[in-house]
């Protein structure tokens, strides 16, 4: 049973950090490419970052110089530092394995004013 689990979300204010974890259990760790999603009320979820096996990295714009994803395989973990949140970063951030049905429940990122 595959098993993504996030943590490390809550409220920060604007111009300040947080960073996500998600421990995977059930797959082949070390050899999935794994990533973040991000999704706000009424929008489709917006890819964050994903992070293949090798460790090649990919951003979505918006997050570009702010984020950064990174894996640890001995842990099965994946996180997601950020950055200079600002007011838009709002929103549910899920860990999935791309192209799969495997999401975790997701963790709500609250950035105020």
């Known amino acids: 049973q595959v098993q993504l689990v996030e943590s490390g979300g809550g409220l920060v204010q604007a111009g300040g950090s947080l960073r996500l974890s998600c421990a995977a259990s059930?797959?082949?760790?070390?050899?999935?490419?794994m990533g973040w999603y991000r999704q706000t009320a009424g929008k489709q979820r917006e890819l964050v970052a994903t992070?293949?096996?090798?460790?090649?990295?990919n951003y979505g714009d918006s997050v570009k110089g702010r984020f950064t994803i990174s894996r640890d395989n001995a842990k099965s973990t994946v996180y997601l530092q950020m950055n200079s949140l600002n007011l838009e970063d709002t929103a549910v951030y899920y860990c999935?394995?791309?192209?799969?049905?495997?999401w975790g429940q997701g963790t709500q990122v609250t950035v105020s004013s």
């Open positions: 059930g797959i082949i760790f070390r050899l999935s490419t």
């Open positions: 999935t394995v791309p192209r799969s049905s495997y």
């Open positions: 992070i293949t096996s090798s460790g090649s990295t």
